[in-house]
Nanobody, 125 residues
């Protein structure tokens, strides 16, 4: 069973950048497709980005496409979310998630089994 720990959140001005990290332990990292989700105050959790087991395929919510980049290093058991051109509406708790999947090149927008504790991102206007 994998454990996920996010870091890198904080307070940033609109237009700025942050890089979130998610360190995985306790499982075989390459067995998992990975994703990032967020929950803004008063809203439901929403999909942000996903990456396949091998890292060759990624998927993004329309709201972050072109601004956010998801990446992973399987040797380091880590996935990142680079967030550029941040907007106040990006303010949320960001969660890393993992799902065991057989296809090496598939990304997932749902069905995640494992979740981190979350890291707060606040974008001021």
């Amino acid at each position: 069973q994998v454990q996920l720990v996010e870091s890198g959140g904080g307070l940033v001005q609109a237009g700025g950048s942050l890089r979130l990290s998610c360190a995985a332990s306790g499982g075989t990292f390459t067995s998992y497709a990975m994703g990032w989700f967020r929950r803004a105050p008063g809203k439901e959790r929403e999909f942000v980005a996903a990456i396949s087991r091998g890292g060759g395929n990624s998927d993004y919510a329309d709201s972050v496409k072109g601004r956010f980049t998801i990446s992973r290093d399987n040797a380091k058991n880590t996935v990142w979310l680079q967030m550029n051109s941040l907007k106040p509406e990006d303010t949320a708790v960001y969660y890393c998630a993992a799902v065991v999947t057989l296809p090496y090149a598939i990304t997932h927008r749902s069905g995640y089994n494992y979740w981190g504790q979350g890291t707060q991102v606040t974008v001021s206007s």
